[in-house]
């Protein structure tokens, strides 16, 4: 049994510009980039899969070719191709400056190795996954559309493709541990502070819900973390603008949002 997995997600709100279409955040970038290598300099031995969102990518097309409605199947599977390969390009750019500064970050995209049926999924093949990580590489995923049985196409979350990670490679660490990087210091309180610990049943206070992101918002990454940390042995929702933040929760100290 290995020690340690971290699965970390940098928000699309975080690495491209989500009010401007098609607009990623190039210094921001390769600030994660220089985290990840950060952490690999500090702490050799743990594995690590990366997700990129969608943002300004994915999120705004998603909307314009109503994804999450019923439309002619044309139009619906010219959106998908659309967004498919527009969200690849936002995680080519982080593999860009992770591999220009030795990192090895393989990009693989999970509608190549998920299936849905009616919005859930029925299959999935993480054997590349397995392998890139007994190799040494990073895996990097994205947030994506993965074809569907029922519905024709289901869109799928950085999160839920995280979640789909951390429930096949649960077995193999002693301890895995999950990191939201987002454009904000973790869930805020009504007072816009900072929630330190979010308990299992605290309500969250939703200012920093966003109308254009197709997947819940704030409210779907809560969701997700809440589910992730079922199966983790920590999850955090920190802020990827902060120099040595990743770092700071690998080493499990008090940082961002700790969700239990």
């Known amino acids: 049994m290995k020690k340690q997995l971290v699965l970390i997600k940098f928000g699309g709100s975080l690495i491209s510009d989500k009010e401007k279409e098609d607009t990623a955040r190039p210094d921001i970038i390769a600030r994660c980039a220089e985290q990840v290598k950060e952490v690999k300099q500090a702490l050799p031995d743990a594995d690590l899969i990366i997700g990129t969102g969608a943002g300004s990518f994915g999120h705004m097309q998603a909307l314009r070719y109503m994804l999450k409605k019923n439309i002619e199947p044309a139009e619906q599977f010219y959106g998908m191709c659309v967004i498919h390969n527009n969200v690849r390009k936002l995680n080519e750019m982080v593999v860009d400056q ?19 049926s009616d919005g859930a999924v029925t299959s999935s093949f993480l054997q590349p996954l397995r392998q890139l990580l007994a190799s040494g590489c990073i895996p990097m995923v994205h947030g994506d559309v993965a074809l569907d049985s029922v519905r024709g196409l289901t869109i799928m979350s950085t999160e839920k493709i995280l ?18 990087c987002m454009d904000s210091d973790g869930v805020w309180d009504e007072d816009r502070k900072t929630i330190p610990v979010l308990e299992k ?59 239990t």
């Open 163 to 180: 979640q789909i990670c951390l429930e096949d490679l649960r077995e193999l660490y002693e301890e895995i541990i999950v990191i939201y």
């Open 98 to 116: 992770l591999t220009e500064r030795g990192i090895p970050a393989f990009s693989i995209s999970p509608s190549a190795f998920l299936m849905a």
């Open 201 to 259: 049943d605290q309500l969250v206070f939703t200012y920093q819900s966003d109308t254009k992101d197709v997947t819940g918002g704030i409210e779907g990454k809560v969701k997700s973390a809440r589910k992730a940390a079922e199966l983790a042995d920590s999850v955090y929702l920190i802020s990827g603008m902060e120099q040595g933040a990743l770092k700071k929760a690998m080493e499990g100290n008090q940082i961002g949002t700790r969700v």
